[in-house]
């Protein structure tokens, strides 16, 4: 993390503050019901041909070239204008990808809008208005993450089938070649939810890795959707696994988090140790047949507390230690 990436992450952070944002918008599954009119959206060069965008909900990540664009999930619906708008001082072409590293609303609410500005090519007469499309981009996901957003909640779908995932996949992952760069999707079994992929963008040396990975606190492990504290160690090592850092120095390959700031390998590795940690904690204490209150007594994050457990913080140390408890017990 350079001291250029910080203050660049910590301006985006205060201005999004003083746009009034819902804390809970920003936060990994968070958000719904908010007003998004003042929402502001950041973006921010990654590395290479990959940039990153801040609004609320998930971070976008955009990739340009002389093919078009694909994106790395979509925040919320309101916000399809505006990041549409970000994406055109990047590039005027062709919307052709969205993968989705999950299925959460915070990440893929604008999905429908833009699959259907797919087919806009700016310039000419052509408006920004993504009701201009005829065809759209192509939304990729692994097929959990499919079946979560299809599901049906008391009669509804989930997620509006237009929404949907056009491209799912099974197994490890999938490969594609888009702008002269090779985009590893990659399933992470059973981490934040059982259906999250990250994002390899190889020659620009950058990796979006969805809610795997954020800087804004504890991690949250949705055991509804079939997360486990296990898969989101798999997937920190699995990141640092990837990552190739410039010997005694910041940098190298950049990591796009699910919720926060632009990263490198150093911070992951920090991320990575307190997770590791915690979870080797609660398993000490799980085998001493603690019960679940006797370990959030116990209290296993206590020291990292302050740097995770902030004011109106999304996951506090209490519901990490549950959610690596139950996790544990499964
Ligand atoms: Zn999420």
């Given at each position: ?21 819902a804390v809970a918008a920003q936060q990994p599954g968070g958000g719904g019901g ?186 949250f492990i949705d055991l509804n959707t079939g997360g486990n504290i296990q898969g ?88 990490f230690v549950e959610a690596v408890y139950r996790s544990l017990k499964k």
């Amino acid at each position: 993390m350079s001291r250029t990436h910080f203050n660049i992450a910590f301006a985006t952070v205060a201005l999004a503050t003083l746009a009034c944002l819902a804390v809970a918008a920003q936060q990994p599954g968070g958000g719904g019901g908010q007003n998004f009119d003042n929402v502001e959206i950041h973006l921010q060069k990654a590395q290479g041909n990959v940039y990153m965008l801040v609004g609320a909900g998930g971070n976008v990540t955009v990739q340009v070239g002389d093919e078009g664009v694909a994106l790395v999930d979509t925040q919320y619906a309101p916000l399809s204008n505006k990041i549409l708008a970000a994406i055109r001082t990047l590039s005027p072409g062709p919307l052709r990808y969205i993968i989705n590293t999950h299925s959460h609303p915070d990440h893929v609410g604008g999905n429908e809008n833009l699959k259907k500005a797919g087919a806009t090519i700016a310039g000419g007469n052509v408006t920004l208005d993504i009701q201009d499309a005829a065809q759209g981009a192509q939304i990729i996901s692994h097929i959990n993450a499919y079946k979560h957003m299809s599901a049906r909640v008391n009669g509804q779908p989930a997620t509006p089938t237009a929404a949907w995932p056009t491209s799912t996949f099974i197994g490890d992952g999938k490969k594609l070649y888009f702008n002269g760069e090779g985009i590893q999707i990659i399933h992470q079994p059973a981490a934040h939810t059982d259906g999250d992929s990250i994002v390899f963008f190889r020659k620009s040396d950058v990796i979006s890795a969805g809610d795997v990975f954020v800087t804004t606190g504890y991690p949250f492990i949705d055991l509804n959707t079939g997360g486990n504290i296990q898969g989101i160690v798999a997937g920190l090592n699995k990141i640092v696994d990837l990552c190739i850092p410039v010997y005694g120095q910041e940098g190298g390959t950049m990591v796009i988090p699910g919720h926060g700031r632009l990263s490198d390998v150093g911070d992951v590795i920090n991320y990575r140790e307190m997770v590791t940690i915690v979870r080797d904690r609660v398993q000490d204490m799980v085998k001493k047949n603690m019960t679940l209150e006797q370990v959030k007594a116990a209290k296993p994050t206590r020291d990292y507390d302050p740097l995770y457990n902030t004011p109106g913080a999304f996951i506090t140390g209490d519901a990490f230690v549950e959610a690596v408890y139950r996790s544990l017990k499964k």
